[in-house]
């Protein structure tokens, strides 16, 4: 007679837990304010502003969107306004372009602050171009970066796997 008794899985077949999803209108809110912020770096050479902007970065590749000044200040003054979303999106592009973003932003801190405004600038300009393509297109750079190579990763495995 068969055992009524449910069996559950073993850890190692466990289903892996969904991915976060997220509004998608918030990263492109966030994508407008660094674009403002990047812009004023250019202008004024202020690598304590960036150096601000590299530590909102930071709290979102490190800590999450969710912990981003830019992700609180769009859940509490802007979604209230615009009603629930009509598409969520997975964190996790999103959230690797903040990494990125993190990355250019250290080195044009460092530059900026080290005296080698050059490297400062260039690095600057290029986050900004990646910001300014996100908050005026839609269009994530990160994101993009991030999906080809998850895609990366299947061209790499050898047959079989």
Not at 93 to 121: E, K
């Amino acid at each position: 007679m068969p055992s009524s008794t449910p069996v559950s899985p073993s850890p190692s077949i466990a289903a892996a837990p969904a991915p976060a999803r997220i509004d998608a209108r918030g990263p492109r809110f966030a994508a407008v304010l660094t674009t403002v912020v990047l812009a004023v770096v250019l202008i004024t050479g202020s690598g304590w502003l960036l150096a601000a902007q590299t530590l909102v970065f930071a709290l979102g590749a490190l800590g999450g969107l969710g912990r981003s000044p830019y992700g609180w200040l769009y859940r509490t003054f802007v979604r209230p306004r615009l009603g629930p979303p009509t598409e969520l999106e997975d964190a996790a592009p999103p959230r690797f372009a903040q990494a990125v973003g993190l990355g250019f932003a250290l080195v044009g801190t460092v530059g900026y602050l080290s005296g080698a405004t050059w490297l400062g600038l260039a690095a600057t300009a290029l986050a900004l171009a990646a910001a300014f393509l996100n908050a005026a297109f839609g269009y994530c750079l990160g994101c993009e970066v991030y999906l080809l190579l998850r895609r990366g990763q299947h061209w790499l495995r050898p047959a079989g796997q």
